[in-house]
């Protein structure tokens, strides 16, 4: 039996429903909400067959727990995971040169739902985790994503040093991100193939991840702080490749 996955907000909704309706089950829309946040939902909804279903506040309270679900819930198929075997096709098929994100120990849900959405705003090829000690994609995760969840390829691999090893063969040059590193971002040269490698702003990168990458950078910082929430220093670095490309 295939699995099913619960989705809410409104831009995520309006995501799947936009981009692939066909896995949408189910969708609830809260009875007082104001249509015209809802609209946009509803025709979509429409055009690809789906009747929305009207129901009280609590009730989407309730299946969307603490989750701020803005009045709208869909009830999807999952999709299959992607893996390492998966990678090596989204990278030989990219349209641009290759841009990965990968996130090393980024265990907080709403910290990777940001990462998604600035990937996708800056149109990585695909995000990578590894299948332990990171978030998964869960509901928050989609909610906070902003709908990014349901466009940016999210690549789960059992063995995040291995599947780094293989990139490197691929041609892709492997940047991580250290507040030791003496490189800064400004410094380095991103216009070619690229995997930025960022760990969580508490524990870093694995000593394995840091000492599989080609190059450490740091971001340089004039305040008092030590260092950058990961979905902040993700935006920074990942923007300056864009700058770089595009300049």
């Not at 193939?193 to 740091?218: H, Y």
Request: charged residues 20%; hydrophobic residues 40%.
């Amino acid at each position: 039996m295939s699995k099913k996955e619960e989705v809410f907000g409104i831009h995520s909704v309006q995501s799947i429903l936009a981009h692939a309706p066909e896995r949408v089950v189910e969708l609830f829309v809260q009875q007082t909400k104001n249509e015209k946040e809802v609209s946009t939902i509803l025709k979509l909804a429409k055009k690809a067959g789906v009747k929305a279903q009207q129901c009280q506040r609590k009730v989407l309270d309730k299946r969307c727990g603490e989750g701020n679900h803005q009045g709208v819930m869909a009830v999807v198929m999952a999709q299959p995971q992607l893996n390492e075997h998966d990678l090596k096709s989204l990278i030989d098929n990219a349209k641009t040169t290759p841009l990965l994100l990968v996130l090393d120990q980024v265990t907080d849900p709403h910290n990777l739902g940001a990462c998604l959405r600035t990937a996708d705003a800056a149109g990585v090829t695909a995000v990578v985790v590894p299948k332990d000690k990171s978030s998964k994609l869960t509901s928050v995760v989609r909610k906070v994503a902003s709908g990014a969840a349901e466009v940016v390829p999210f690549v789960v691999v059992t063995n995040l040093a291995r599947t780094l090893r293989d990139l490197q063969e691929q041609g892709i040059w492997l940047v991580g991100t250290a507040g030791e590193a003496t490189s800064t971002l400004y410094e380095t040269k991103l216009t070619g193939p690229t995997a930025l490698v960022m760990g969580a702003e508490d524990t870093g990168m694995r000593r394995l991840t840091r000492e599989t990458c080609d190059e450490l950078i740091s971001i340089p910082l004039a305040g008092s702080v030590s260092s950058l929430n990961v979905s902040v220093a993700a935006g920074v670095c990942l923007f300056e490749v864009v700058r770089q490309r595009t300049a």
